[in-house]
């Protein structure tokens, strides 16, 4: 038997491996309610037991994986709290440690420390990451994109050129041409193609496929944040009605200001601007017999476009791309 408010998970382990049963006491030796982290059954799992006050009962587990009954130990009732899942038994020993720290050193009563356990460790888990890597670095390439229209243009035509956002197919559309931006941190210019209709023009309008290449940058890269910020910046500047609408588009996409992001990147390779014609290598929607497309529910594949050489000429617009 040891005493103390933590079990640490190497003695937990040692008898875990052993095949051999231990308990702690985990209140003070005349404390009420009695609180004990047991490795039962032959050393095969692990428990949190504590003693249950005169007519309480045990909580209601809200959780599938967590069992809580009522055994009878040395003449006391208590509560028993284990797992019925035995690869998560690691986890489940922090959990048992957080519950007891509840009861031994805060006071909570059983009901209370279960609970609140568990609701902050939801609140943890279900909360929000923010943009994946793969998101945020096609988010600066998109931003990059913009500001170059808005180099060539003006602030306002770039805001109301990116469509990306709200699920068109394609992410820019200008007077003269719809472009679509793919950014990767691969040493290849390998981008996944999603659909049949992302590299496939609409309209008769021409389609230009933007590659850009990032790679991690140290002290000298751009954070997703800086550049969301610039842009920003630059829009409240020059085109203050455009600022709502901007702010929707992120929002869109996932941008979250509340979740900062510290990963720096620069430009691997200068960015490359390929006309999506006969040229390029892709799959479309005609390369499917007509009978067969409405059965084509979801296409995605990825298309190598290094050591492809753009075209003599390329929109202004799309030319000295740099992240904002």
């Given at each position: 038997?040891?005493?103390?408010?933590?079990?640490?998970?190497?003695?937990?382990?040692?008898?875990?491996?052993?095949?051999?049963?231990?308990?702690?006491?985990?209140?003070?030796?005349?404390?009420?309610?009695?609180?004990?982290?047991?490795?039962?059954?032959?050393?095969?799992d692990i428990a949190l037991y504590v003693e249950l006050e005169?007519?309480?009962?045990?909580?209601?587990?809200?959780?599938?994986?967590?069992?809580?009954?009522?055994?009878?130990?040395?003449?006391?009732?208590?509560?028993?709290?284990?797992?019925?899942?035995?690869?998560?038994?690691?986890?489940?020993?922090?959990?048992?440690?957080?519950?007891?720290?509840?009861?031994v050193t805060h006071d909570?009563?059983?009901?209370?420390?279960?609970?609140?356990?568990?609701?902050?460790?939801?609140?943890?888990?279900?909360?929000?990451?923010?943009?994946g890597t793969e998101k945020r670095i096609g988010l600066i390439g998109e931003l990059a994109v913009l500001s170059a229209i808005a180099r060539s243009?003006?602030?306002?035509?770039?805001?109301?050129?990116?469509?990306?956002?709200?699920?068109?197919?394609?992410?820019?559309?200008?007077?003269?041409?719809?472009?679509?931006?793919?950014?990767?941190?691969?040493?290849?210019?390998?981008?996944?193609?999603?659909?049949?209709?992302?590299?496939?023009?609409?309209?008769?309008?021409?389609l230009w496929l933007v590659s850009l290449q990032l790679t991690r940058g140290g002290l000298g890269g751009r954070t997703l944040s800086d550049c969301v910020r610039s842009v920003r910046d630059q829009v409240t500047e020059r085109a203050p009605t455009s600022r709502d609408r901007l702010d929707r588009q992120l929002a869109a996409v996932g941008w979250d200001s509340e979740h900062p992001d510290d990963e720096r990147w620069h430009l691997r390779h200068a960015p490359i601007a390929l006309a999506?014609?006969?040229?390029?290598?892709?799959?479309?929607i005609d390369s499917v017999p007509a009978q067969f497309r409405d059965r084509i529910r979801d296409v995605t594949y990825t298309l190598d476009v290094s050591g492809i050489a753009p075209p003599p000429t390329t929109p202004t617009v799309l030319a000295n791309l740099l992240l904002p």
């Open positions: 038997m040891t005493e103390g408010p933590y079990v640490p998970w190497s003695s937990v382990e040692h008898f875990l491996g052993a095949s051999q049963t231990t308990s702690y006491r985990l209140s003070a030796p005349a404390a009420h309610p009695e609180v004990s982290y047991v490795v039962g059954d032959g050393g095969r005169r007519r309480s009962k045990p909580p209601i587990s809200p959780l599938p994986l967590i069992r809580i009954d009522q055994i009878a130990e040395r003449g006391m009732r208590m509560a028993r709290i284990r797992t019925t899942q035995a690869t998560l038994v690691r986890d489940f020993h922090d959990l048992l440690n957080a519950v007891a720290d509840r009861i909570r009563t059983l009901d209370q420390a279960f609970g609140e356990t568990v609701r902050s460790w939801s609140a943890l888990l279900n909360r929000p990451r923010g943009l243009e003006d602030w306002q035509t770039a805001v109301e050129a990116w469509k990306g956002p709200y699920g068109e197919e394609h992410d820019f559309g200008l007077p003269g041409f719809d472009a679509e931006v793919k950014t990767t941190s691969s040493e290849q210019a390998r981008h996944t193609i999603h659909g049949l209709g992302q590299l496939t023009p609409t309209g008769g309008r021409p999506v014609d006969e040229q390029l290598p892709r799959l479309d």
